[in-house]
């Protein structure tokens, strides 16, 4: 089964940093470009950042760039997105997605991170 | 930036009846060197992640039911329900990847009435 399991969120400071992970499993991972989307309380959803197949190329939203750098490891079929300098503009749910030519078609279920004091 | 923008914010359809979701890019998402619209469709279910539903602006996905149908090139697309089912209940975003950072419409609401 296809399948992509985030983990890494929850309550943090202002300021502070996480690092969320996102274990893939049931496809050739380095095969794949991934995607971190967030989707704040209620509020749409949001693409945050890309990664390449083999993490050469990576691309970031404006307000994130600088702040959460990404990366993957191929050989742990994991992809990283670490969090720091957190604002509270930053609450949201983050998924990591898979990657094809017409979108986005493999979601995790998502991690919670709540920036708040 | 593109922004894309969806309409309506909400509907509300019977049973059986077709539901309409239009989306709009500020710029087009047509690549001329492959005739592709960089432009997808998700459903997402409360508590739920988002579902692709339409890649390519009018490719259904596999396992998607064939009352989903999407349309449109260039600029202008639509979602397009053609009976509605309580499953189906939903909202609806739009997405481009035709540049980045990619960019997501709003979201429709879709209820029944």
């Known amino acids: 089964e296809v399948q992509l399991v985030e983990s890494g969120g929850g309550l943090v400071q202002p300021g502070g940093s996480l690092r969320l992970s996102c274990a893939a499993s049931?496809?050739?991972?380095?095969?794949?470009?991934m995607s971190w989307v967030r989707q704040a309380p209620g509020i749409g959803l949001e693409w945050v950042a890309n990664?390449?197949?083999?993490?050469?190329?990576?691309h970031y939203l404006d307000s994130v760039k600088g702040r959460f750098p990404v990366s993957r490891d191929n050989a742990k079929n994991s992809v990283y997105l670490q969090m720091n300098s957190l604002r509270a503009e930053d609450t949201a749910v983050y998924y990591c997605?898979?990657?094809?030519?017409?979108?986005?078609?493999?979601w995790g279920q998502g991690t919670t991170v709540i920036v708040s004091s | 930036d593109i922004v894309m923008t969806q309409s309506p914010d909400s509907l509300a359809v019977s049973l059986g009846e077709r539901a309409t979701i239009n989306c709009r890019s500020s710029?087009?998402?047509?690549?001329?060197?492959?005739?592709?619209?960089?432009l997808a469709w998700y459903q997402q279910k409360p508590g739920q992640p988002p579902r692709l539903l339409i890649y390519?602006?009018?490719t259904r996905e596999s396992g998607v039911p064939d009352r989903f149908s999407g349309s449109g090139s260039g600029t202008d697309f639509t979602l397009t329900i053609s009976s509605l089912q309580t499953e189906d209940v939903a909202v609806y975003y739009c997405?481009?990847?035709?540049?980045?950072?990619?960019?997501f419409g709003q979201g429709t609401k879709v209820e029944i009435k």
């Open positions: 997605a898979r990657v094809v030519g017409g979108g986005l078609d493999v």
């Open positions: 049931g496809f050739t991972f380095s095969s794949f470009w």
């Open positions: 990664i390449k197949e083999d993490g050469s190329e990576k």
């Open positions: 710029q087009t998402v047509l690549y001329s060197s492959n005739n592709k619209n960089y």
């Open positions: 390519w602006a009018s």
């Open positions: 997405q481009q990847f035709y540049s980045t950072p990619w960019t």
